[in-house]
């Protein structure tokens, strides 16, 4: 039962006395307020945390927004650029052909006019002779009438002697004969024979002249990170037109389209693949790729692609450095056996190799064959007395491969100086990877049964964390010189 007497300091009989209903309303709104207070509170955080995520968000956003505006202010550039050196292009085209044509008009025209004067030279000589022959018969034929004249003036019977001499003028003699005038259609008609045609031609040839291209007709596609190189990936744009040939150049730095006249590129390959490995690159150092095509040999060059950059990251293979025996050289891409004694197994620096592209050794020197020396994969770098283990293939000098510590039938070239021998990989879908190892003409294909943690996804995945294979080799005597890419 509640009871309560309120009653006042200093108060009297007359202070009302609060009931317990009243009591309790009072408790509840303060209470109520409370609750209320620390809702409004909680709210605020939630809405004050809100408006930070907002804030992150609406600074992403820009900064994705003005990396996307940079990009397309770029292709504005791009376009912008080609199109200027399109038009430069073509009007110092069009330009030296009006020149050459404008040459080789006038070189024609002096040609045949040279021509003509000839003609006309050598026809006019023998008219102007007999021309020359007539204006001389005409002047004696005057000479004898004005002589005849004189005589007659007189009394030219009563000088015998002059008359004589006028029967006599060898001029008189003369008048018996003509020189004989060629008829017109005996003399030469100097004319000309042009082509009618020619001005239609070269009118068709020029309307065709030249042709607008928007896209090159090959493109990469792809470049993929590899120790220290760059796989390279192109595709034909237009899939209706039949390329047989590709070429693709590299060049230090990153190049921009507009850039590629002044850049200095190299021949990296030309064949009828479309892709390549470009090796011996330097890590964390950008480089430029452009790729052209052709449909036959015969046909000229296409233009070259844009440019695209790439960095590899990823170091190139290494042998480990301080294995016992063993000297590394060309920043450890090299290991030889520097002295005879016991079989000593030099592994890579790291797991580095990842299955799906191909590892080759090449044999710069050779000393003398032992039966366990060779080279080989490995899952692990914790054996250093042999390849012929667990977790590991292995290729004798001899040529014969070990699986897992497992002789094959199936036997290799050996292996000396100037060899080479090449692990290709691919992972399989039942946890095998399968290894494909080639030396010279020769090759024998097994299906490796690794640990699930040691096996690779399909692909690439250089970038994947997931552990790699070990590259090794041993040799038991001195003069064993290998590098590795």
């Known amino acids: 039962m509640c009871r309560h007497k309120s009653e006042y300091q200093g108060g009297g009989p ?10 309790v309303m009072v408790q509840w709104r303060y209470f109520s307020s409370r609750l209320l207070i620390q809702d409004l509170v909680e709210m605020a955080d939630k809405l004050l945390n809100n408006v930070f995520d907002i804030l992150d968000s609406a600074h992403s956003q820009r900064l994705q927004l003005t990396e996307l505006l940079d990009l397309l202010q770029e292709s504005k550039d791009q376009v912008c650029t080609s199109a200027n050196k399109s038009r430069v292009l073509l009007k110092d085209h069009f330009d030296q052909l009006k020149t050459s044509l404008n040459n080789a008009l006038d070189k024609r025209l002096a040609e045949l006019m040279l021509e003509v004067s000839t003609a006309e030279e050598s026809t006019l000589v023998p008219l102007e002779q007999c021309e020359e022959m007539i204006t001389h018969s005409i002047s004696a034929a005057q000479h004898v009438m004005d002589e005849g004249k004189v005589l007659l003036s007189g009394n030219p019977d009563e000088d015998i002697e002059k008359l004589v001499r006028f029967r006599d003028n060898a001029d008189i003699k003369a008048f018996n004969s003509l020189p004989e005038v060629p008829n017109l259609s005996d003399v030469p008609y100097i004319s000309t024979e042009l082509s009618k045609g020619l001005q239609k031609q070269l009118e068709d040839t020029i309307s065709v002249e030249g042709r607008i291209i928007s896209h090159a007709p090959a493109k990469i596609t792809d470049i993929v990170e590899r120790p220290g190189s760059l796989l390279v990936k192109w595709t034909e744009v237009d899939e209706e037109t039949e390329l047989v040939e590709f070429s693709l150049q590299y060049c230090y730095g990153s190049v921009r389209c507009n850039e590629s006249v002044n850049a200095t590129f190299h021949e990296a390959y030309t064949g009828s693949a479309t892709s390549h490995t470009i090796k011996h690159l330097r890590v964390n150092t950008p480089y430029s790729f452009r790729v052209r095509c052709r449909t036959d040999s015969e046909s000229p060059w296409s233009v070259w692609s844009v440019p695209k950059t790439a960095v590899t990251t990823i170091m190139h293979y290494q042998w480990s450095s301080t294995t016992e025996g063993y000297c590394t050289s060309n920043e450890d891409k090299t290991a030889t056996r520097m002295s005879t004694g016991k079989t000593r197994v030099v592994y890579s620096s790291t797991s580095s190799y990842t299955a799906g592209f191909p590892i080759t ?21 914790e054996k250093y007395d042999t390849l012929q283990q667990e977790d590991a293939i292995f290729v004798t000098t001899a040529g014969v491969v070990f699986v897992d ?81």
């Open 14 to 23: 007359d202070v009302p006395v609060l009931n317990c209903t009243v009591s």
């Open 361 to 381: 050794f090449r044999f710069l020197d050779s000393g003398e064959r032992t039966p366990n020396d060779g080279i080989g994969l490995a899952i692990s770098s």
């Open 405 to 485: 510590g497992q002789e094959m039938k199936l036997k290799l070239s050996p292996l000396g100086k100037g060899s080479s021998i090449t692990f290709e990989t691919e992972n399989l879908s039942n946890g095998k990877v399968r290894v494909n190892i080639e030396v010279g003409e020769r090759a024998v294909t097994v299906d490796w049964k690794v640990p699930q943690s040691s096996s690779i996804s399909p692909g690439f995945g250089l970038q994947d964390s997931t552990q790699g294979f070990y590259f090794a080799m041993q040799f038991s005597h001195e003069d064993w010189k290998v590098a590795v890419e």
